[in-house]
């Protein structure tokens, strides 16, 4: 099942660094940013989980936890977390189940050929569980910025 904007996310279990199992029930009381990337140890994705580790307090601040999440494999993980000393957990979605629920699984051309890869998104997840915000095709720059005003926007909204 896809999740949908303003909808319970549906249950799911994910194992992240850490010997962490996440799930989003298990985050009832805190906000989460999922941001999903193409690959550990590559351009794009290590300044973008650079931007999320400095805005890291930040987010903390705002009652907010962060995953990032890939099909890289547990140990590259933990190798990209501690080269770039993330202080949040990375999810390894090698069966790509994640990556298939969220629909960010796309055909991309490179070096002329047709491949599949991730498609750099983000998914907020509010308090109660529900999807609240989508960022889908990514671009790098300036956006963990926009992820934490909306956090910031969805904070200061008083839900009933």
Not at 27 to 55: I, Q, S, W
Not at 68 to 91: C, Q, W
Request: net charge neutral; proline share 4%.
């Amino acid at each position: 099942m896809t999740p949908t904007v303003d909808k319970i996310l549906p249950e799911f279990e994910a194992l992240a660094t850490g010997d962490v199992k996440f799930t989003p029930q298990g985050h009832l009381g805190k906000n989460v940013v999922l941001f999903f990337y193409p690959k550990d140890h590559t351009p794009g994705c290590t300044t973008e989980a650079m931007g999320f580790r400095d805005a890291f307090e930040a987010f903390t601040a705002e009652n907010t936890v962060i995953y990032g999440v890939s099909r890289d494999n547990m140990t590259s993980h933990d190798k990209f977390k501690a080269n770039l000393s993330l202080p949040y957990e990375l999810i390894a979605d090698t069966e790509e189940k994640l990556c298939h629920m969220f629909g960010v699984v796309k055909n991309k051309i490179m070096y002329g050929k047709k491949v599949k890869g991730i498609e750099r998104s983000t998914f907020l997840i509010d308090a109660r569980g529900v999807l609240r915000h989508e960022w889908r095709g990514v671009k790098v720059a300036a956006h963990v910025d926009n992820v934490l005003q909306t956090v910031r926007e969805l904070n200061a909204v008083v839900v009933d």
